[in-house]
């Protein structure tokens, strides 16, 4: 399986000046980074009226590619990055006003150009420069500087790293190609070097970045740059698209168990029972005879032995799961000796699934709803996190053990923003939830987000709390619009009103009149927010229908009446 490879080469000289207040890196990582983070190139340029501007450039380029490798790889790359710079950033400034009583005490610029899968990201703020040269077309500058012009001679930065709290970020990303190079300077070579002259230097050394971005440097000496001068090339030599072929051989390495039954050993578990089948998996109770722990075994359907997505999508399972930390997700182990054919290893939970709770409780307590609403939102924001969505919560993905923990299980519909940005040449078709409980963006096409969520996790407490669904009709894309969110005290007068609302607004059909944080509708359904209570008293005709219709119906025939009265008197 081809993997992504470049001609990288970096070049800094501090020109005429007597120290280099620029810096640069560049970091190549071994698989599996390669694959999941990518390629990191990171300039930066410490600004000519900072106290330690060197040192600022210098933990901007450091911090940048030591911090962005150690984040969550299911994390995207604008959240890795925005976050980083943003930490960066405080440092920064904490430590220029700490240590220099000043918000010029340690600022820097910076443009940071990440390499994933076919897709190039990139972070700038400031005056250095990212360019893109392409086959065929001209030197094309992908960032825009941050400089305020006060006149031809003059001019200030208007954003940098360190110079204050709050930082704006250029952010972009574009679809790169086989052969592309990409070019990151300091002002000391674009201010005397313009694209044309940058363009014939990088023709001139097409196949050595190394000798370019020295020849670059020189060329700006030459020109008469006083300033210190720094200059990265990338060169896109193959990129990690792989045939269909190439993916299915690497999905099967290893095979399809064998049909399992009781008493059957596999890989040192033994089989216990069946504890479920469907149509796309198997899943088992086995024990560990080496440690006598019992387990449960997932394996994939015989059925799907030559689709080479629906395999990836069950090792998606356990990828996800091996990321996750929480009392409140399944636990997905690692299996303790090597693997003869697909499947997984998960916790085993004695208990019962949600919907079997349900049934057994008719008519629970306010108090033993909320417990569960918390425990399940624990878990949701375990994902959420790492840039996760369940995206298939539902009664019957939801244990119970006999403690009353809450777990989240079955991981098969779970989006990851990290790896939605690694190409393939199959699809992710990821399982958009159930029947009932789905986000209705879902239904309209749009992608999911955490709200989608949350809409779940509200169709599932309004469900424990009346035994019914909050939207008479099944949600469709034709109906959207019309349904009508039916209040819960209507079914359960023990709803407090201002729980009814909660409820009302984590159900919402419009994803942008939701709650956006778990956090807002846990609280908000164990006390009384005042302000949500006016924002979503329903019309009269939800709340009480019979009300409306008596009250119309008086109100017409006063009106008949009046007339009546006009046309005869």
Known sequence: MPELDVNAGQYSSAGVKESNDDSCGIRIPRPPLLLTKGIAVVIADGMSGSEAGKEAAEACVQGFLNDYFSTPDSWSVETSGAKILTALNRWLYGQGQQQYGSHKGMVATLSALIVKSDTAFLFHVGDTRIYRKRSGEPLERLTRDHRFHVDEHKSYLSRAMGIDLHLDIDFRSLPVERGDRFLLTTDGIHDVLDDRQLEQLIEAHAEDPEACTRAIVEAALAAGSDDNLTCQMLHLVQLPLPSADEVYQRLTELPFPPPLEAGMVLDGYRILRELHASRRTQVYLAVDTET????????????????????????????????????????????????????????????QTLREWMHDHPGPSLTAVRDIVTQIAAGLRAFHRLEMIHQDLKPENILIDEQGTVKLIDFGSTKIAGIEEISMPFGRDNLLGTRHYTAPEYLQGYPASNVSDIFSLGVISYEMLTGQLPYKAELRPRNLQRVRYRPARQFNPEVPAWMDAALQKATRIDPERRYRLLSEFVHDIGQPNTQLQRDEIPPLLERNPVAFWRGLAIFLLLANLALLFHFMS
């Open 292 to 351: 006598q722990q019992q387990v449960v075994i997932k394996t994939p359907s015989v059925n799907y032995e030559d689709d080479a997505e629906y395999i990836d999508a069950f090792l998606h399972e356990e990828w996800v799961g091996r990321r996750l930390n929480s009392p409140h997700v399944l636990r997905v182990l690692e299996p303790p000796r090597r693997r003869s054919c697909l499947y997984y290893v998960t916790e085993h939970v004695a208990g």
